[in-house]
């Protein structure tokens, strides 16, 4: 089989390897559709401080299960599934209080372990997600970025009624501002690229802010009122969003931050510590919150549809790449295809 080897920063190689044979509680996916995301492209530059190379790429996905292991109980071939990516070791103080999400020796695959970038991908039974018939690929390679948005939405606490703002409209921005607004939330997302705030309102997010025309207080005032937010996500990694959150924010507020830093940003502690804000931290998500990204999903709850940016064939992995950095901004979810009527044996 095929499999897609980033040999060194932005160099991709294909091989043949063999086809992987599932033990008994193994389940053997043919890989049908790979997301790619910010992180990904980190490791394409070589700026992901905890991958090396070669690697693996890939964790976002969607297949088809091809064969499963003589244990393996809840799916069958031909099923549409996805899986958690996580590998922990389900000793440490996190994973024993069920925060396996957080492991003291967490590996994911497609940075410190090998991804699915391949025809067929091997997969233990317990993190198999099974898919609604109806899924397109495409939804079910956008369930663990939606997971994300899911996990950091639970971080906040109760969102019912809340005024919450959603600071960066990127793919996980977007799925954060969308996971809030389907807990009950009136929903305020700033960014600024017009585009991505097109794409948001696409996606029902109808307050929308450009952050370099209107301040996060001007905005908040527009849409909130005098009551103004009491919780936002900070999903730019950008140390100017996430200080305009501490200063806009209800006295008593609660900050998630959900952007990966890659320089440390200097924060106005002095102002949370008055303030009395909540400022809290959110890594990936647990099992639980694929399950309900892939109920919103199914039920309309996330509108996924006009994140598709553009589809690469499996072949020209490369070339995804290439386009995410010439488009910018312009690119929210590029997808790679590996469709095995056109793969070549």
């Known amino acids: 089989m095929k499999q897609a080897v980033m040999t060194s920063p932005?160099?991709?190689?294909?091989?043949d390897v063999p086809v992987p044979k599932p033990g008994p509680n193994d389940v053997l996916v043919r890989i049908r559709?790979?997301?790619?995301?910010?992180?990904?492209?980190?490791?394409?530059?070589?700026?992901?401080p905890f991958t090396s190379f070669p690697v693996v790429q890939g964790h976002e996905f969607s297949g088809i299960v091809e064969a499963v292991g003589r244990r393996v109980t809840s799916v069958r071939p031909g099923r549409k599934v996805t899986a958690t990516p996580q590998l922990v070791c389900g000793r440490c103080a996190p994973c024993r209080r069920g925060d396996y999400h957080i492991c003291d020796v967490l590996r994911v695959q497609g940075f410190q372990a090998p991804g699915c970038a391949q025809e067929l991908f091997l997969v233990p039974e317990e993190r198999i997600v099974p898919l609604p018939a109806s899924f397109t690929f495409e939804k079910g390679a956008l369930v663990e970025p939606a997971a994300v948005g899911v996990h950091a939405v639970s971080r906040a606490g109760?969102?019912?009624?809340?005024?919450?703002?959603?600071?960066?409209?990127?793919?996980?921005?977007?799925?954060?501002?969308q996971a809030a607004r389907a807990a009950g939330a009136k929903v305020l997302i700033t960014d600024v690229s017009e585009y991505r705030l097109e794409i948001a309102r696409a996606c029902g997010l109808k307050h929308v802010s450009p952050a370099g025309r209107e301040s996060l207080k001007e905005a908040s005032a527009r849409v909130f009122g005098a009551r103004g937010f009491e919780k936002a996500f900070e999903c730019a990694a950008a140390e100017a969003a996430m200080n305009g959150a501490i200063g806009a924010i209800q006295k008593g507020g609660t900050i998630v931050a959900v952007g990966v830093y890659g320089d440390r940003p200097r924060v106005d502690m002095g102002l949370v510590q008055d303030r009395e804000?909540?400022?809290?931290?959110?890594?990936?998500?647990?099992?639980?919150?694929?399950?309900?990204?892939?109920?919103?999903?199914?039920?309309?709850?996330?509108?996924?549809?006009?994140?598709?940016?553009?589809?690469?064939?499996f072949e020209e992995y490369r070339k995804a790449y290439d386009y995410i950095d010439r488009e910018g901004e312009r690119s929210m979810k590029i997808f790679v295809d590996l469709d095995p009527n056109q793969m070549k044996e």
């Open 10 to 15: 932005g160099v991709i190689e294909f091989r």
């Open 277 to 313: 804000l909540t400022l809290t931290g959110t890594l990936m998500y647990r099992r639980r919150d694929f399950i309900k990204a892939v109920r919103l999903i199914r039920s309309g709850g996330l509108v996924t549809k006009p994140l598709d940016t553009r589809h690469f064939p």
């Open 158 to 177: 109760r969102l019912a009624g809340a005024n919450v703002a959603v600071l960066g409209a990127g793919p996980i921005g977007n799925l954060v501002g």
């Open 33 to 48: 559709m790979i997301g790619i995301c910010g992180s990904d492209i980190h490791v394409r530059h070589g700026r992901h």
